[in-house]
């Protein structure tokens, strides 16, 4: 499993310092890392906010002059939902404050030589439960990470496969409808036509010539499909209650 580490905090010698013990602890588990290090928190978000960048898990310091981690935390939280963010901090009094962006674990800055490895080896066990969930895409631009949960639905347009995320944003590729399906071989995402598949996370109603998204969104439903989309969304909905 290769993971990919954001470590953002204002201080070069804990910055270096967490660095290391990230390097000691995947070692032990036999975990490649690629690991990178910001010392500015507005270069962090650049980089973890762009689009042809994706970084698995982010270890960020909370006190901070230039931005703080909580702010930083709201902006990534904006463009990457599903990354792993680890808090790193010298003062308590900001978990409170921290669950509003839902951090994995909150490690304190006088025990981190304790909680860090708690930490990292069970967020490599969450990526290791989950990393079937997850596509590679190659765009003209290099190559992004996609969760499956993020991704409402994908369609061919001109003859390129146009991912749609939750967060708003498109993706393209080149890729067939038939060959996206069978690379992520997930019975969550149903076809509604030759040319469009979709989340059934995302569909909030269905008629006998569409469905309605969270979003408000409707995409067309072909009539040979009509049949096998409600019955697999009933089938979903079921599931839920």
């Not at 201080?11 to 890392?33: A, H």
């Not at 270069?43 to 006190?63: P, S």
Request: a negative charge.
């Amino acid at each position: 499993m290769q993971v990919r580490i954001a470590i953002c905090d204002d201080e070069q010698i804990m910055l270096d310092k967490i660095k290391d013990k990230v390097s000691e602890i995947s070692n032990t588990v036999n975990v490649k890392t690629d690991i990178y290090t910001y010392s500015e928190a507005k270069r962090a978000v650049e980089v973890l906010c762009c689009l042809e960048e994706y970084f698995d898990i982010l270890l960020l310091d909370v006190d901070m002059p230039e931005l703080s981690g909580l702010e930083v935390a709201k902006l990534v939280r904006e463009c990457k939902e599903n990354l792993i963010l680890i808090f790193v901090s010298s003062h308590d009094q900001y978990v409170f404050e921290s669950i509003e962006y839902n951090p994995f674990r909150y490690i304190r800055k006088n025990r981190i030589l304790e909680e860090l490895p708690l930490a990292l080896k069970a967020a490599f066990a969450r990526l290791d439960n989950e990393k079937d969930k997850s596509i590679i895409v190659k765009t003209d631009d290099g190559e992004i990470r996609l969760f499956h949960s993020e991704i409402m639905y994908y369609e061919i347009q001109n003859r390129r496969l146009n991912i749609y995320l939750s967060n708003g944003k498109k993706i393209s590729t080149w890729k067939t409808i038939k060959d996206q399906m069978n690379e992520m071989n997930d019975e969550k995402f149903i076809k509604l036509h030759s040319g469009c598949v979709v989340n059934v996370m995302y569909i909030s109603g269905v008629s006998n010539f569409d469905v309605t998204l969270d979003n408000d969104e409707r995409l067309i439903v072909s009539r040979r499909r009509v049949k096998d989309v409600k019955a697999e969304l009933l089938r979903y909905w079921r599931s839920k209650v």
